[in-house]
Nanobody, 123 residues
Framework: GQLVESGGNSVQPGGSLRLSCTGSGFTFSTYSMTWIRQVPGKELEWVSGISSDGRATFYADSVKGRFTISRDNAKGTAYLQLDGLKSEDTAIYYC?????????????????WGQGTQVTVSS
């Protein structure tokens, strides 16, 4: 199976983006999905997670109230809506799949991991 992210771009502070993560080769609807980000040279940061049925969502304090995670199991896609973007949100954003939502950025906690999409917030 694999995950493919898209939607990254360059935006000004205060702007918005919607990231997408499409899964294939596995039963997407049975996996929890997580977004993780990394600033080059820094550690991976857990951002947000959503349960397999979409009923439970979780956020890091740094993005709570600004980012919204969702999913469409019929399309095999998870989303991360980024609003009120700040310069410190600049990073590569990865999506990852696991059996249950785990609040960790460790790669070995996930069964599938995407290639990442770049988000740059700059004036």
């Amino acid at each position: 199976g694999q995950l493919v992210e898209s939607g990254g771009n360059s935006v000004q502070p205060g702007g918005s983006l919607r990231l997408s993560c499409t899964g294939s080769g596995f039963t997407f609807s049975t996996y929890s999905m997580t977004w993780i980000r990394q600033v080059p040279g820094k550690e991976l940061e857990w951002v947000s997670g959503i349960s397999s049925d979409g009923r439970a969502t979780f956020y890091a304090d740094s993005v709570k109230g600004r980012f919204t995670i969702s999913r469409d199991n019929a399309k095999g896609t998870a989303y991360l809506q980024l609003d009120g973007l700040k310069s410190e949100d600049t990073a590569i954003y990865y999506c990852a799949a696991s059996h249950v939502v785990v609040r960790t950025a460790r790669r070995d906690a996930y069964l599938y991991w995407g290639q990442g999409t770049q988000v740059t917030v700059s004036s």
